[in-house]
């Protein structure tokens, strides 16, 4: 089943911080993050696959939690090209490869 | 290095009508997907194979067929379209469990 995103929607102004996060009701083989852009294709932004990792570049950073049920992306100081949709992406851990997203969480920020 | 390469970009069918999108990818990956993406509900996966000669269903695959005969690309078949299947489609490709590279989508009006 899909993995739950929230908050579905967000508005930020520039410079502010957010907070998405991803659930699993069981336990998770890896989590993808991508955005997408209004009419465009999601990008990767990053995989986690160990419990208690902690990624990022920039100022977006990622974390999975220790039982490899939820993660959380991070957005810090937030700038006007962040805007988007954030998807989560899920593998579990029957391995069947496959992936399913979440519904997305949307995000805008104003100047 | 093209990436993934989705055929046609546009496409408008009438009920009952069939059609095929072509996904080609040129990163030699085990690993492609097809999605469809509709406002609110995130990307569904539709079928998906994890290598040359396999296909497997996701999470939507009622209406749909695929085949991959050749490992570089996976095809999308729709034998009798519904108003139902006006959807953005996205093909992905992916040496799992990395970076999932997507094409650029194929938008399907079914009138």
Not at chain 1, 95 to 111: A, E, M, V
Request: proline share 4%.
């Amino acid at each position: 089943q899909q993995p739950v995103q929230s908050p579905q929607a967000v508005i930020l102004r520039e410079g502010e911080d957010a907070v998405i996060n991803c659930s699993s009701s069981k336990a998770l083989y890896s989590v993808h993050w991508y955005r997408q852009k209004h009419g465009e294709a999601p990008v990767f932004l990053m995989i986690l696959l160990k419990g208690g990792e902690q990624k990022g570049h920039d100022k977006i950073s990622a974390s999975f939690n220790e039982k490899k049920q939820q993660s959380s992306l991070y957005l810090t100081a937030s700038q006007l090209s962040y805007s988007g949709t954030y998807f989560c992406g899920t593998e579990w851990w029957d391995r069947d490869d496959k992936i399913i997203f979440g519904k997305g969480t949307r995000l805008h920020i104003l100047p | 290095n093209a990436g993934v390469t989705q055929t046609p970009k546009f496409r408008v069918l009438k009920t009952g009508q069939s059609m095929t999108l072509l996904c080609a990818q040129d990163m030699n990956h085990e690993y492609m997907y097809w999605y469809r993406q509709d406002p609110g509900m995130g990307l569904r996966l539709i079928h998906y194979s994890v290598g040359e000669g396999t296909t497997a269903k996701g999470e939507v695959p009622d209406g749909y067929n695929v085949s991959r005969l050749k490992k570089q690309n996976f095809l999308l078949g729709l034998e009798s379209a519904a108003p139902s299947q006006t959807s953005v489609y996205f093909c992905a490709s992916t040496e799992s469990p990395t970076e999932a590279f997507f094409g650029q989508g194929t938008r399907l009006t079914v009138v």
